[in-house]
């Protein structure tokens, strides 16, 4: 399963750039994220969702050429009790020119068991637009 969504913003592609590929502070802008920290090797970070699960993952690409931020869950975690198992998970922003603003692509794509799929693209469509939201809160602020 692949979802994706995007926004366009008023500000820079250059300064939306900055800002979302600082992958260890995306609770400031996620809505569905509680926090952030440095994980156990460089490049990873733990990820409290305000749901209550916790997750690792990793940056997979970053791109400031491409404006391309990647990142994947780290196989093999324990999950809270009843959690199904996500294979695959790569979540993706792409952020580009358009006009005198920008327009961020985000992107997330993740093997789901077939009898949650339905559950699986309201909960992930509802991440994507949560954080592209705040993303346009931030940068429409000013």
């Known amino acids: ?16 750039w900055t800002f979302i ?3 260890y502070n995306f609770h400031a802008w996620q809505p569905h994220i509680e926090s952030t920290a440095q ?4 490049g990873e970070r733990i ?5 209550g699960n916790t997750i690792l993952d990793r940056i997979a690409v970053l ?3 491409k404006r391309t931020l ?14 199904p198992k996500l294979e695959g998970f790569l979540a993706t922003f792409v952020v580009g020119e358009s006009g005198a603003g920008s327009k961020v692509e985000y992107s997330i794509a993740v093997d789901v068991p077939s009898a949650i799929q339905e559950m699986a693209e309201k909960g992930i469509g509802s991440d ?10 931030k940068f429409e602020e000013a």
Not at 39 to 42: I, V, W
Not at 47 to 51: D, E, G, I, N
Not at 130 to 136: I, R, V
């Open 63 to 65: 791109d400031n050429e």
């Open 1 to 16: 399963m692949k979802l994706s969504q995007s926004v366009e913003l008023k500000a820079p592609a250059a300064e939306v």
């Open 128 to 137: 994507i637009s949560g954080a592209l939201q705040g993303l346009k809160d």
């Open 39 to 42: 994980g156990p090797a460089k």
């Open 47 to 51: 990820v409290k969702m305000k749901r």
């Open 70 to 83: 990647a990142y994947e869950m780290v196989p093999n975690q324990d999950l809270p009790p009843g959690a």
């Open 21 to 23: 590929s600082d992958f």
